[in-house]
C-alpha cells in the first residue's frame, strides 16, 4: 500500500548517544541507537514498526516529532525537512503530527482535569474559545468512546484503556495528518488492547490518518498494519505488505521472531530453531550485519560487509546478503507460512 507521493519520507536517519566520563564530561564512546534508517509513510497508511525491546523502535519515533534531535538524516513531511524547522515553523508543524505515548498515565498531566487535558492543544493554538472550545472537547470524548461526565475527571480516575482513549482525543484535537503511536497497547490487557486497535482502525478511516504504529507485539502489528519493518539493532532488516511478511519472511531474524511465538498444537514441531545468545550492545556493535553473531546463515561476507536493504519483490525489501536477490538460489531455506495461520491474534471484548 505504498503511496507514490508519501506523506512522510525518513532517509539515513541516524542517533548516536554520547557517552562521558570524567569530571569534564570527555566523551569515550557512543550508544548507537539509530543506523541510517530509511522508510516512507503514505496517506491512509499504517506502517507497523516491530522489534526486540531496545532496538531503537522509540527513538525512531521520537525522532520523526522531534522530541529527540536525530544526529544524521532526514524526516520530510510533504516534501518540507523538519529536522530543519526551528522556532514558530516548528511549532506550526507539530499540528500535523501528532503522538500517542506508551504510558497513558505518565504523558497525562494528572493536575489537569480531562477536558482540559484535550482542550489545552485547541487553546494553545488559538482554534477554538469559549462555548467552541467545549464543544469540540465533548466532540473529541465522543469520537473515542468516553463519556461526557467524564471531562471533570482526573487522569487517575480513568481506567488505562480510558487514559489511553484520552491520550488519543488529545492527539485528535489539532485535526493531524499523522499519528505516532509509540507502543500505545503495551501497557493495556489484551480485551482492552483490541478495543484500542479497533477504535485506532475506525478513527483512521473517518478522519484519513496515517499512523506509524511502533510495537514489539506481533499480533497487534499483523492486526493493524497495512505494511510492517522490522528493526534488529537500529537497523530495518525487513519491510514488506503484512501478508507478505507473515507469510513469506526473508531475513533470518524475522523468521526467528514469527517461529518464536508460542503455538498451542504441542504435536506441531518449529519450522526455524529459536535463535539463541543475547543482543549485542549497542555501544560497540558488531561488523557487518548486526545479526551475524546470532544467525544461523551467515557467511564470511555478514561478518565485514554491512547488506544494503535492498528490494526483492515489489514493494519486499530485506538487508541479508544470503536471502539478497543474486544469491537466491544459493543454499538459504525460505520458510513458507500459511495465511490461515496468523500469529496468535488479540482478543476482543471487555471493558476499557
Known sequence: MADPQPLIEVTGLSKRFPLTAGLLGRVTGHVHAVDNVSFSLGRKETLGIVGESGCG????????????????????????????????????????????????????????????????????YDLAKGAALAERVAELFGKVGLRPDQLRAYPHEFSGGQRQRLGIARALALNPSVIVADEPVSALDVSVQAQVINLMADLQEEFGLSYLFIAHDLAVVQHISHRVAVMYLGRIVELADQRTLFTNPLHPYTEALLDAVPNPDPARRRAVPVVGGEVPS???????????PR??????????????????????????????????????????????????????????
Open 57 to 124: 523502535k522509540s527513538t525512531l519515533a521520537r525522532m520523526i516529532v522531534r522530541l529527540i534531535e536525530p544526529s544524521d538524516g532526514a524526516v520530510r513531511y510533504n516534501g518540507t525537512d523538519i529536522t530543519l524547522l526551528k522556532g514558530e515553523a516548528m511549532r506550526q508543524m507539530r499540528r500535523h503530527i501528532q503522538f500517542v505515548f506508551q504510558d497513558p498515565y505518565a504523558s497525562l498531566n494528572p493536575r489537569l482535569r480531562a477536558g482540559d487535558i484535550v482542550g489545552e492543544a485547541l487553546e494553545n
Open 282 to 292: 549497542p555501544i560497540d556493535p558488531p561488523k557487518g550485519c548486526h545479526f551475524h
Open 295 to 352: 544467525c544461523p546463515l551467515a557467511e564470511a561476507r555478514c561478518r565485514v560487509e554491512a547488506p544494503p536493504l535492498v528490494q526483492v519483490a515489489p514493494g519486499h525489501r530485506v538487508a541479508c546478503h544470503v536471502r539478497a536477490p543474486q544469491q537466491s538460489q544459493a543454499t538459504a531455506p525460505i520458510v513458507q507460512r500459511s495465511p490461515a495461520e496468523p500469529v496468535n491474534s488479540a482478543a476482543s471484548g471487555g471493558a476499557a
